[in-house]
């Protein structure tokens, strides 16, 4: 599975959009690009994911480079509820297992 | 519809006993698979299920095991308990196999071993 890359941390201000961006320069054209999330020590929660296309849910946008190299996980109005630690995350088409990294630490700020 | 759910949610053991966790996946999901977080290793990947086969299963010793029922309901097992096996215990069930299958994960079983 391929390897991804986040920034450690970010804050954003409450209300405004949360960019979170992921570099996996390494996937293959089998590979989907997942977000969770995880709020301290509570189960890891699904957002969303993609193949090649843009994605869009009640939770948030996911958009994925042409080169599908990098991608950003769009909150569009975040609130003091989404702080967390947001994972990005390659997975095989034919793999189960998910390969978490070491996230992002995202605080929202009032 | 009712998500994942761990039993128990907490536990305490002491060092060499052994321990089961229990997990039923959302109905109608076939898959489940187990996790182990730890502060010092985050998030690691012990087995996955799908159809009562383990499918694959991560690095972790033979004192970890599970199994899967016919009603997708699984289990694990760790034997001989150690101090780093302090954790807390993800499970995550999917409707099927593959990439394009999100997994939801449940509130996880805390163990703790003095």
């Known amino acids: 599975d391929a390897k991804t890359t986040q920034p450690p941390s970010m804050d954003c201000a409450e209300g405004r959009a949360a960019n979170l961006p992921c570099n996996h320069s390494?996937?293959?054209?089998?590979?989907?690009v997942y977000w969770y999330r995880q709020i301290h020590s509570q189960g890891p929660q699904y957002i969303i994911h993609?193949?090649?296309n843009n994605e869009t849910n009640e939770m948030a946008s996911l958009i994925i480079t042409e080169d599908r190299k990098s991608s950003t996980l769009i909150l569009p109005h975040a609130t003091l509820r989404d702080t967390a630690v947001y994972y990005c995350?390659?997975?095989?088409?034919?793999?189960?297992?998910?390969?978490f990294g070491s996230g992002t630490r995202l605080l929202v700020r009032p | 519809k009712a998500g994942v759910t761990q039993t128990p949610r907490y536990l305490i053991k002491t060092r060499g006993q052994q321990v089961t966790l229990s997990c039923s996946p959302i109905?109608?999901?076939?898959?489940v698979s187990w996790y182990q977080q730890t502060p010092g290793q985050g998030l690691q990947f012990l087995f996955e299920?799908?159809?009562?086969?383990?499918?694959n299963k991560g690095n972790f010793p033979g004192r970890f095991s599970g199994r899967q029922f016919s009603n997708s309901r699984s289990e694990m097992n760790v034997s001989t308990l150690e101090l780093g096996d302090s954790a807390l215990y993800l499970c995550?069930?999917?409707?099927?196999?593959?990439?394009?299958?999100?997994?939801?994960f449940g509130p996880g079983t805390r163990l703790t071993v003095t």
């Open positions: 993609g193949l090649k």
């Open positions: 390494t996937i293959s054209g089998n590979e989907y």
């Open positions: 995350i390659v997975r095989m088409d034919s793999s189960y297992k998910l390969i």
């Open positions: 109905s109608g999901h076939r898959s």
């Open positions: 299920y799908f159809s009562e086969t383990q499918r």
């Open positions: 995550a069930s999917s409707l099927g196999p593959g990439g394009d299958y999100e997994q939801y």
